[in-house]
Each structure stands twice: as structure tokens, then as C-alpha cells.
């Protein structure tokens, strides 16, 4: 019998850079399956509804991340909607009006509310840009508030990421898109907060974003823990004053470096705000996009914190360029389709709306708190816009003025003169606002070095 042995071939002389390559090789391919392992992974669970593979009850059926994300989240679910509809704005828009509205075109569906907090008009403008390059946009209604139309320069928040967005439908812009979604993919923050959405399934809060992007302020408001729920609807609304009068008057080097959502990122040599409002503008006349713009109809005591910190010009500044602007392009493009502008940002019926008595649980019938109104009055909004008379609404009509170079001037000297007789009418508000004011002057004082107080 012959037996037949198997050897094993050993290189006569082992270099190192035969160890070397080995090595690298090794390496290499552990990377890429480790890669490939927190990819899949990210995929089915999918944190941030990138593409919502799979809705599994005990893995990612609550998906909370996508709250604090939602520039991220909001990117990916305008390419599944693909809506032939949006809503554009920050926290006001985003909670207070409705795609469900009734005043919306029957064939611009689907419809989607694309606000988000803090949102800025170049922000704005890039999600259009990228909603009309899934699907052609037939209706935009483009809601800003008051320091949106001061016109300093505009930037982006923490959070937004332009490589998630569609720039037009060209290839290079496609391909950008798909290395921006690899990335996220294979990211080991997007990893931390899969492990995340795997732990929360049992304890989630209660669902305030709407399938069709609206925030839902009767779940958002009213869940375990909240300061609206917790102490008062009245305590909330006086401490969203006190935010707001410290975000006003902090210098403007120690604001841009604060937490979102107020933290700006200009970019160089960077476009303001209005700037971007005029692209936008531009935007949807070249695309023959119905456009409707109006201002917030923040309450009167968020309207006279911009006063007493000094934005009460700057506002009434960006009103009357708005109006110029758009009066210019109008003149460039004859017979072309109407875009209307109006004023919600003034002392109205809605807006002056008294405030529950102290210790009270009673709510407001118009807001949740100085800043941000509710659903109700987001109706009204669109039924001026749209010109709708809907059963059992009625505007009033105090609320919401349309605004055109011809009637800027007038317009803005009776919101003074409203102004003035609601300081006078609410003496109690004008010295609650007062004392904040001093107070959160003081504290701001005091955390400034010496060295730049004096």
C-alpha cells in the first residue's frame, strides 16, 4: 500500500512585507465585514426612518430619534412621499398648520409638512430645491417668522446635512446623495442610535410627528413630563418668555455658539435671510409653482419682546422689503401667476388673546405658549390664504392683512397704532415682560467678563 502525504507549502524565506500584506489583507477584509455587519444593521433598524425597511414591533416600531433629527428624517421621507405639496417654515409652521387643510388644490397630492425647529430660509430653500427634484411641486405656503425677516446673514443649524439633499436631478447631485446615505449608514453615531431605538421600544412616548410631517401639538404638548402638562399651561407659557427674552438680548457672539436651535453656521460670504426668501421666490416662478407667503401670528407679548430688545425696526425693515420684492418680480413677470403676501405678525383679535389667571390649569383657546399657536389658528391662517369658507370658521377680520408696496406704509403705521393701544389696554402684561426683561438682563450682566461689561 502506498500512503500519500499532504503537505503543507511553507515560503523557504518569510519577509516582512509578505507579513506585511498578509496582514493588510486580513485587516482589510475584517473592516469591510464589520462595515457591511453595521450597515445591515442600521438598515433594519433604521433610527432615523432613512428608508423604513421593515416596521417591526419590538425593534423599531418607535422610532424617537428622528425627533431631535429631523433635518436628517424629514430629507429621506420628502424622497418616499415624493409631495407635490409642502408647507416650508420653522417650529410655527411645523405645529399650527395642516396638510389635511381644506384649501389645498384637490390634485396637489400628496401633501407634507416640511417645517422644522429653528428652520432657517436657506434651509428652507435647499428643501425645496430637493422636494422639487424627487417630484414636481405645484403648491409651497411659506410661513416666516419675525426674525427670520431681519435681514442678517443666513446659515445652517446643527443637524443639517445639504449631502442628504437632492441639489437638482442631475447624476453628480444623484451620486452625492448616495455616498452622503453610505455614510450615514455605515456611521457609528447612526449605530449608537439603533442600539437606542432597540431599548426605548418599551418605554416610548406617545407619537407627536404625523405621517404627513405635521407635529401634533395635543400629543407633543400633553406628554409625561412636560412643563404645559406638569405645572400650568400659564407657567409654560411665562417660562417660553423668559427663553425668549434671554435668547434676544444675549450678545450676539455667545448666541451663535449656543445650543440648537439657535446655533448659526453662516457660510462664507453668506446670503441673508431675505436673501434666500427672494430665492425661493425666484424658485417657484421659474417652476410655475403656487406660492403663498405669510408671517407667523406669533401672540402680542412675543411681538413686544422683539420690541423691547430692539428688532421692532429691523422687522418692520424686512416687512417692507418683502413686499418690494415681490412687487419686482411681479413687474418681471407680467401675467404671471399672483404670489401673495400676508401679515399675521400684528395685534389682532387672535393675537391678543388674554392669558389663563395665575394658577389656573385653564388652557388658551389659541396657544400653546407666546410663540407657537395652535391648529385652530393655523386653519384661519389658510383660510385667508386660500381664500376659504369652511363651516364653523370664521377669519376675523382683523387677522391677516395682505401686504403690497402700495399699502406697506399704511399697513405697518396702524400695526403701530394697535401696538399702542394694547400697551395700553394690558398694563399687567407690559410690567410682567418688563420685569423679565430686567432680570434677564441682569443675569446676562453678569455671566459677561468684566473686561468686555465695562
Known sequence: ???????????????????????????????????????????????LAMFKIADLPSLNRHRPAIYPHARIAKAYEVRR????????????????????????????????NLGFDGATTKEMYLYLRHAQSIAPVKQVVLGLDTWQLIDEPAGTRPGFDAAV???????????????????????????QLSFQTLRIQKWAEPEWYAADGQRLGEVF??????????KSPRAYFEHYDREEISWQIEPSEKRNSA??????????????????????????????IDLRIFTTPSHARNLEISAATGSWEKIEAGK????????????AHPGGRDIPFYDFADYSSITT???????????????????????????????????????????????????????IEAHLAAIRQRQAMY????????????????????????SIPLSKAQ
Open 423 to 446: 400697551r395700553a389696554s394690558h398694563p399687567e402684561d407690559m410690567a410682567a415682560l418688563a420685569r423679565l426683561l430686567e432680570q434677564a438682563r441682569g443675569s446676562a450682566a453678569q
Open 320 to 331: 417692507r422689503r418683502l413686499a418690494e420684492m415681490l412687487a419686482s418680480n411681479a413687474a
Open 81 to 112: 412621499i415624493a409631495p407635490a405639496a409642502v408647507i416650508l417654515g420653522s417650529s410655527r409652521t411645523h405645529l399650527g398648520l395642516r396638510p389635511s387643510h381644506e384649501g389645498w388644490a384637490p390634485k396637489a397630492t400628496p401633501r407634507y
Open 221 to 230: 404638548f400633553r406628554r409625561p413630563g412636560e412643563m404645559f402638562q406638569e
Open 165 to 191: 439633499l437632492f441639489a437638482d436631478t442631475s447624476l453628480r447631485s444623484r451620486l452625492r446623495v448616495a455616498l452622503a446615505d453610505l455614510r450615514l449608514l455605515i456611521s457609528l453615531d447612526t449605530l
Open 1 to 47: 500500500m502506498r500512503w500519500r502525504f499532504f503537505t503543507l507549502s511553507i515560503p523557504k524565506r518569510i519577509t516582512l512585507p509578505h507579513i506585511l500584506s498578509r496582514w493588510l489583507t486580513a485587516t482589510g477584509a475584517i473592516a469591510l465585514l464589520t462595515l457591511v455587519a453595521i450597515g445591515l444593521f442600521n438598515a433594519v433598524i433604521d433610527p
Open 259 to 288: 445650543q440648537p436651535p439657535y446655533t448659526l453656521m453662516p457660510s462664507p460670504r453668506a446670503a441673508t435671510s431675505l436673501n434666500y426668501v427672494n430665492h425661493i421666490i425666484e424658485f417657484c416662478r421659474e417652476h410655475d
Open 353 to 407: 388673546e388674554a392669558l389663563p389667571p395665575e394658577r389656573s390649569r385653564m388652557e388658551m383657546r389659541n396657544y400653546w405658549d407666546s410663540s407657537h399657536f395652535k391648529e385652530s389658528v393655523g386653519d384661519l391662517v389658510l383660510d385667508r390664504l386660500y381664500r376659504v369658507n369652511a363651516s364653523g370658521r370664521i377669519v376675523p377680520p382683523d387677522f391677516g392683512i395682505r401686504v403690497t408696496s402700495a399699502n
